[in-house]
Each structure stands twice: as structure tokens, then as C-alpha cells.
């Protein structure tokens, strides 16, 4: 992002709906069970006061899908890529089987509508809104649900508003924003999401899923658990989540580009948005090692890349002492 739009980022306050997410529910007496068995996240620590992230993986422990579990009542809601969405669903149905009398629908008439800086969330939920200071924590309004998520890292105020009936007004005191521009603020965040041409292309960490509390490596077995557990405990993660501002350009690079470091591959693009004319930033799964390294993108020569500080830590980028 450059210094331009990351200051106006700063002192943007507004509403985003985000038409390319879809809501689904998940009901019945095996909600819990079949969530477990499922995804990276402990149901158990998914409540009505704490949404968290989660994958769901293949047996290979490739993330095929990235979302959030909110707690509502007895059930869960969760979010999916519009595009994905049916795929995703008659996937998890085929597990869904074995639980008698449990369901899992899409929500037609439900929305998720993004909210950046404190003042949009005030108006949402007045001063109780305030009180969501860390990502994860959830608010309770009406029927529907205030999430605190992720800061950017010029530390913009984020927040999704769940309306599992869609009845909810938008924020009255906020302007409205597009959506691509949320997603910018997803990238300064260092959240990725997936599209076709990423899913099942990285374990959950690689994405960094464990420091954005969407991985529980304590829990129970779930598809694919064998081997995120193995890479986590036998510190075999060799390359994680990246981000990197580029300039010199007039298009973003496409997901699944090539980085390249000394002509090798070090690394793909997951997501990249311009942020203004001629740049942008983007998000990247890269080797730890190429990290001080001169970068490029493959097909896109004059393109600059500098490296960009992520809003959170992770250890794993950090050079070893051995």
C-alpha cells in the first residue's frame, strides 16, 4: 500500500457490504461434533462472547476453504466465498451424513457487511462497541453479531457485522465503501482468502492461520490434522505469509504468480490489489529464507517489490540462531 492510501485508510470510516461472502448454518444435536471433525478451530472455544477463524482441510492438511465460526444460540454460522460457496458446501455435506438430524444451509437472505474505524462500529452498536478491543471478541445486537477482527497495520479499526436475517439496516453515520477496498484492508491486515486458484495449495500455517487464532493444535483429530500438526511440531515450516507493497505497474500480479529471487522460485501470490496508479500491495505465501533477498515477479519485469511489516508477529519469519 503506499504512504498515500495508507493514510487514507487510517481515516477512512465506513461500511462495506460484502456481497462475495455468503452465509451458512450449521444445526442440529452433531453441530459441534461435525464442526470438530472438520476444521483447524476447538469448537469448544468458539462461544456467543468469541468468533474465531478456522480452515477446512483435505486429508493432505490443504486448506480448501478459510472461515469464521460465530456462535448463534445453539448453532454455528460460518462464511464462504460466493464462488465457492456450493462447492464447499457439498463437500462438508458428504461428512455431514453421519450426524443424524443435523443440517448445514446457505443463508439467502443473510448479510456480512465490513466496518472500518471505531466510528463505524459505534454506530452499529453505540458505546458498547467499545468494548471489543481484541479480534475475536463479539458483541451481541439484536439477533445479529459485532466482530472485532483484525487491525491493519497502520492500526485502521476493523469489524465484520454478522445479520443472519439480513433484517438489520446499514450503519446510519457511515459512508459506504466498496468492496475492494475492504479486501485492501484485509491485505494491510495480513489476512488472506482464497480463490480457485489457490484452494488446496497450502497448509493452514503457510497462510499464517495459527496467529490470526484460526489453528487449534491441541484439539481432537479433524481431516487433514496429521499433517499440520506434524509441520507445527517438528518445525518443518519452511514458508509463510508475506506482505509486499509493488509499484512500477499498471495491473496487480494474478494469484499463483511466481516470486522470484536470484531467477528461483521462492514463492506465489495469494492476493494483490492496486492501491493507487501504478501500485499496490499484496499477500504471499514465500520461503523464509528469500525474505532479504532482491524479488521480482516472474512475467512482470519493472515491477518493484519491497517488503512490508505485518501487523502481527510471526515468529517463524525470524532468522534462526543455528
Not at 464442526?35 to 480448501?64: I, M
Request: glycine share 8%.
Amino acid at each position: 500500500m503506499s504512504r498515500q492510501d495508507s493514510q487514507q485508510l487510517a481515516h477512512t470510516n465506513g461500511y462495506a457490504l460484502l456481497s462475495h461472502r455468503i452465509m451458512a448454518r450449521i444445526s442440529g444435536p452433531g453441530t459441534d461434533k461435525f464442526v470438530q471433525g472438520q476444521f483447524t478451530q476447538h469448537v469448544d472455544e468458539v462461544t456467543s462472547d468469541q468468533s474465531l477463524r478456522a480452515a477446512a482441510c483435505t486429508p493432505k492438511g490443504r486448506a480448501y476453504c478459510l472461515t469464521r465460526l460465530v456462535r448463534d444460540g445453539e448453532d454455528l454460522l460460518l462464511d464462504l466465498d460466493a464462488s465457492q460457496a456450493e462447492s464447499t458446501v457439498s463437500h462438508l455435506k458428504k461428512y455431514l451424513m453421519l450426524f443424524r438430524g443435523t443440517t448445514m444451509e446457505t443463508l439467502s437472505a443473510a448479510r456480512i457487511i465490513g466496518l472500518i474505524g471505531e466510528a463505524a462500529a459505534a454506530s452499529v452498536a453505540g458505546d458498547s462497541a467499545h468494548s471489543l478491543t481484541q479480534p475475536g471478541q463479539t458483541l451481541k445486537v439484536g439477533d445479529s453479531h459485532l466482530i472485532r477482527i483484525e487491525n491493519t497495520a497502520d492500526n485502521t479499526a476493523r469489524y465484520e457485522w454478522w445479520q443472519p436475517t439480513g433484517e438489520h439496516s446499514v450503519p446510519e453515520d457511515a459512508p459506504e465503501i466498496d468492496v475492494e477496498k475492504w479486501q485492501i484492508s484485509s491485505i494491510a491486515a495480513g489476512v488472506p482468502w482464497l480463490t480457485e486458484a489457490s484452494q488446496e495449495a497450502y497448509v493452514p500455517q503457510m497462510l499464517n492461520l495459527q496467529h490470526l487464532q484460526g489453528v487449534h493444535f491441541k484439539k481432537g483429530c479433524y481431516t487433514g490434522q496429521e499433517v499440520i500438526a506434524r509441520m507445527h511440531f517438528l518445525g518443518q515450516l519452511k514458508k509463510s505469509l508475506y506482505r509486499l507493497s509493488f509499484n512500477n505497474t499498471q495491473q496487480p500480479p494474478a494469484v499463483g504468480s511466481k516470486l522470484l529471487a536470484d531467477g528461483k522460485n521462492v514463492g506465489e501470490v495469494v492476493n494483490a490489489l492496486l492501491t493507487g496508479e501504478h501500485e499496490g500491495q499484496m499477500l504471499a505465501v514465500m520461503r523464509h529464507d528469500a525474505s532479504a533477498k532482491v524479488l521480482a515477479i516472474d512475467g512482470m519485469e519493472g515491477a518493484k517489490i519491497q517488503l512490508e511489516q505485518l501487523p502481527y508477529a510471526v515468529p517463524e519469519q525470524q532468522p534462526s540462531d543455528t
